[in-house]
């Protein structure tokens, strides 16, 4: 099992581009999530979803958008890139169940906003 | 809502030293608590977690963690740290109010740095 991938790892962009963050999981996960990681303020939620075909807001979810077309993958895009949007980008999953069953992480993508 | 408090963003110990990372959360309602670590240009790992029963808990490399729900703690210990050991450290809590999604809200992390 590969676990949760992302891709790309690293980017960087000019303020107004647009971009798409793949998240894949194999682990047949329901819950997906993602987050962005910055200095000093932990991580923070993006957007989750609950299955294929749902997403949610989460605590800051503006200039973000999300699609769950299909159960194994989440994407995070970014419309028109802006500095304020320069960070560390974490996807993770976990499957249905109580809150013992932990959230998996997968390895990040550094994006840079010029 | 929750909130989690880490009170230490940097702990610099020696190697073979004690080590304590402080986290203090803020709740209405019941929480489950969480211990991450993230080793450098990784991904988030679990290392241990608190979800009912002994407030003890302990991970399988040394680390442990104590529930305290009057003093809202649940601090990070190992008695005796390894170079390998470095790494940062996020405290996380959820709660029955999350709904079946179970969203986690982290700490600021605490980077824990051994020395040799």
């Known amino acids: 099992n590969a676990g949760v991938t992302q891709t790309p790892k690293f980017r960087v962009l000019k303020t107004g581009q647009s971009m798409t963050l793949l998240c894949a999981q194999d682990?047949?996960?329901?819950?997906m999530y993602w987050y962005r990681q910055d200095p000093g303020m932990g991580l923070r939620l993006i957007h989750y979803s609950v299955g294929e075909g749902t997403t949610a807001k989460g605590e800051v979810p503006d200039g973000y958008n999300v699609s769950r077309l299909k159960k194994q993958n989440f994407l995070l895009g970014l419309e028109s890139a802006a500095p304020s949007q320069t960070s560390v980008y974490f996807c993770?999953?976990?499957?249905?169940?109580?809150?013992?069953?932990?959230?998996?992480f997968g390895p990040g993508t550094r994006l840079t906003v010029l | 809502a929750q909130s989690v408090t880490q009170l230490d963003s940097q702990v610099p110990v020696f190697e073979e030293a004690p080590v304590e990372l402080r986290c203090n959360y803020s709740s209405s309602v019941s929480v489950y608590l969480f211990w991450y670590v993230q080793y450098p240009n990784q991904g988030l790992q679990l290392l241990l977690k608190y979800l009912s029963g002994s407030t003890l808990v302990k991970s399988i490399n040394g680390f442990e963690a104590e529930f305290n729900k009057s003093q809202t703690s649940f601090h990070l210990r190992k008695p005796s740290v390894h170079i390998s050991d470095t790494a940062e450290y996020f405290c996380?809590?959820?709660?029955?109010?999350?709904?079946?999604?179970?969203?986690?809200?982290f700490g600021s992390g605490t980077q824990l740095t051994v020395l040799p």
């Open positions: 682990m047949n996960h329901e819950y």
């Open positions: 993770a999953s976990r499957k249905t169940g109580g809150a013992n069953n932990e959230q998996f």
């Open positions: 996380a809590v959820t709660t029955i109010s999350s709904g079946s999604a179970r969203q986690l809200t």
